[in-house]
């Protein structure tokens, strides 16, 4: 009796762990794609056209190092990318990023672009936790709007914060800053 217990504790145990390996190998192998349908589902037309007004494409920066570089430097980094037109002309970059200050429901996650001039050409919500109704304002094109054409040479300090909802506001102004920070270390 022992033994048959032995026997099929060890036949389940294998089953486990090849399962295991296998989910493990199918979760390696498609983790990349699996990431660029995300980003590729995050670029629609209205997200291209609220951060970069006339992009038709957001484009990886190719120089992995520079990728690396800002990784390992700065946690809330995502990624970085180019703004392109239709023939292909770069219209500035774009910084994807999480709010170094956590909001009420958590931290927040943009797109913000700015142009070769250094102005902050658009700001676009990837993800937010932030209360519906309350937090979730931040948002809305009326609070996003006071960002536009603000120079990206320092950080923003004077905004006209939500009220009732300064945390989430906050959180808000914590990444377009960590943009404009990421920008003026390694962009400009």
């Known amino acids: 009796m022992k033994n048959s217990y032995v026997r099929l504790g060890g036949i389940l145990f ?17 983790k990349d794609l699996i990431a660029k349908n995300e980003a590729m589902a995050s670029t629609t037309p209205e997200v291209l056209e609220s951060v970069m007004p006339g ?12 990728i690396d570089t800002i990784k390992a430097e700065n946690e809330k980094f995502v990624n970085l990318q180019v703004a392109v037109d239709a023939s292909n002309n770069e219209l500035g970059h774009v910084v994807r990023t999480f709010s170094t200050v956590a909001g009420y429901g958590g931290d927040m996650e943009l797109f913000v672009g700015i142009s070769p001039d250094g102005k902050i050409t658009g ?26 054409g603000k120079d990206a040479s320092e950080e923003i300090v004077e905004f006209d914060a939500l009220a009732g909802v300064t945390k989430s506001s906050n959180s808000f102004l914590s990444a377009v800053n960590n943009a404009i920070s990421i920008y003026n270390q390694y962009l400009k």
């Open 14 to 30: 294998l089953i486990a762990a090849i399962s295991a390996g296998s989910l493990a190998f199918l979760n390696d192998a498609t």
């Open 55 to 66: 992009s038709v494409m957001f484009i990886d920066i190719e120089d992995t190092a520079l």
């Open 123 to 148: 700001v676009n919500v990837v993800s937010h936790s932030e209360t519906s109704g309350l937090g979730s304002r931040t948002t809305e094109p009326e609070f996003i709007s006071q960002f536009i």
